[in-house]
């Protein structure tokens, strides 16, 4: 996520390359990065080099790596995109510091991204513009309140995995109906683009595009009941739930 966020700065001129400072403890991570990018020697080199820097760390890394702070972060902005992290808890680290939560998912990668942001007080309306600014140039941003954040993390943040998991057992499918994975990828995918695509610029909702695809005791009805049979659209909202806990516990953990 650190790549696409520093690469999406580069790609649309936002920051000179040589101002896009990268620190990692592994330097075998940088290999990710474009090459002309700057590299800190430590964290707070680092920061004291930058005006912006981004917390890409795991939920379970943040409290080692804001201990590792030790010099005055006054006028730095903080974004994290550290899922379960609060606002409150990086506060307590970082004083008084200006600090944006960010949660975007891997689309980022490829421009269509779909990133949710919050901040706390002590970030200006410019420079929460100038954030905003960065993450579009990768995608779509939603500015929400910081207590809808962790349900949002189910919704967008963490589902490309399940769409990824619907792929995967399409795939799986179609070997079973004597496809390959070659002949079929690309025609699973784009099914599923065009699908979209039709939700978006229809005006009919989801069930009236759903009876458009399904005919009376036809073969897409057959297939919809074995879904319904096995409560398929329950499992997703029991699996986002399951999301949204764990984006709580983590924020427990990290109080």
Do not use: W
């Not at 002309?36 to 020697?41: E, G, K, M, R, V």
């Not at 009876?211 to 919809?224: D, I």
């Not at 009941?225 to 399951?242: C, G, P, S, W």
């Amino acid at each position: 996520m650190a790549s696409a966020i520093a690469n999406g700065l580069s790609k649309a001129n936002i920051v000179d390359n040589e101002n896009i400072i990268l620190f990692d403890k592994n330097a075998e991570q940088y290999s990710k990065f474009n090459a002309s990018f700057s590299h800190a020697n430590d964290i707070n080199e680092g920061i004291n080099s930058s005006d912006y820097i981004f917390l890409s760390v795991k939920p379970q890394n943040v409290k080692e790596v804001l201990s590792d702070i030790n010099i005055g972060t006054e006028g730095k902005v903080f974004i994290s995109i550290c899922a379960g992290i609060t606002i409150n808890s990086i506060e307590k680290s970082l004083h008084n510091a200006k600090i944006i939560r960010a949660m975007p998912n891997t689309p980022l990668l490829i421009g269509q991204g779909v990133t949710a942001l919050c901040k706390n007080a002590n970030v200006t309306e410019e420079e929460f513009a100038f954030v905003k600014s960065i993450f579009s140039s990768c995608g779509i941003i939603t500015e929400i309140d910081e207590k809808d954040i962790n349900a949002l993390t189910a919704i967008t943040s963490s589902s490309p995995a399940y769409v990824y998991t619907f792929i995967k057992g399409l795939l799986d499918g179609a070997k079973q109906l004597n496809f390959n994975y070659e002949n079929t990828l690309e025609l699973v995918c784009k099914t599923l683009i065009g699908s979209a695509n039709m939700v978006l610029s229809s005006d009919k909702t989801i069930d009236e595009q759903i009876r458009m695809v399904k005919s009376p005791n036809g073969t897409t009805e057959k297939a919809l009941n074995v879904l319904d049979e096995n409560n398929f659209t329950q499992i997703i909202a029991d699996a986002m739930k399951a999301c949204e806990n764990r984006a709580f516990e983590l924020a427990e953990l990290n109080k």
